[in-house]
């Protein structure tokens, strides 16, 4: 772990010089330099090839100048060793082919052939060997791995896609009362090898992505889902590296997802990032939350943004700049670029 690192050093509530940045979807289709790969190649070639995938993270990161790099990949991508196809349609997002509704199907999807998304742990390598020295400033750039929560993953097993109202995952959720944990059982089974992988080829820091835990009212993310993330947290943390855990309208879920005892809490945008904190109380650190369509407003208002988010940390230790979601398609690099430069001017501490 870099200790001389200023985005570690938040994520353990330690006092750091200036207010560190990354942002949610930092390499994605907004950046021309994205594109010009993805010209070439599909997004699973990319993810599943380590000097590519590896390219793109560390441009991405350099082109903005933050102090994460997070490891190009995807949620889906431990799907295809635990027997489940899927691919990437144009304009339609991931598609799983034979979508998982019934115990037996659970049962049938496999643990051991964890090994197989190694080529992830390769792409980290080769990131933390070009960012091994500190940069100019002495900070140590920070290295995110990451996967998917137990909930949100088995949403796009069990719809088979994207979803508005997660009928089928639930119908599984409520009805079955074998299915779903097995489910969720088999799905931390996965994710915790797959995170050993990475933090052993170099992650800093695990980053969980629960996108559409937001779905869930608090009385069935407690029954449902709070076990199993809290399994994974702690399983991640007993590997050495804090965790940040991330949903999308969570406001009513805070108190509950700090209970899995993450280290940090991503918070969408929706929330004012003061309240957001005490919801999850001060023993864990924030990361957030800039609306990420206020990149798409005028400078005035961008910055009066950035400025209010600040604000709303009012320099506490253990604040993480960031988006309150990813950075969508169309977004101007050069805005993305002045908040980042915003922040550094603004969030010195
Ligand atoms: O820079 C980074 O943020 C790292 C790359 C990254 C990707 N996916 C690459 C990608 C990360 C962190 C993810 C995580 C991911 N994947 C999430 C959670 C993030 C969140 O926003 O909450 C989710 C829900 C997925 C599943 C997924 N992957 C969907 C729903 C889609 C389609 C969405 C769309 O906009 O079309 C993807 C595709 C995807 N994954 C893209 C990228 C850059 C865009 C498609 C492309 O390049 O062809």
Redesign the pocket.
Known sequence: MSAGSRFVRACLRQPVDRTPIWL??????YMPE?MAV?KHH??LD??RTPDIAAEV?IT?AERLGVDAA???????LPFTPMGLDFE?L??E??VVHSPVRTAEQVRSLRTDRIDELNYVARAIEKVAAHFSAPRADGDQLGIIG?C?APF?LAS?MIEGG?SRNYIETKKLMYGDNAAWPMLMEKLVTVLVGFAQQQVEAGADVIQI?D??VGALSVTDYRRFCLPAVTELVRRIQSMGVPVIY?G?DTASLLPAMAETGTDVIGLDWRIPLDQGWKAVGTGHAVQGNLDPITLFAPEEILKDRVREVLAAAAGRPGHIFNLG??I??GTPVENVIKVVEWVKEYGAL
């Open positions: 949610l979807r930092q390499a994605g289709r994205y993805r599909s997004l990319i993810c993270t991405a997070i490891i190009f990949a995807d949620l889906l990437f144009a304009g997002g991931p990451f998917g949100t796009y994207s992505f996108s559409w991330f999308v979601h990813g969508v398609p």
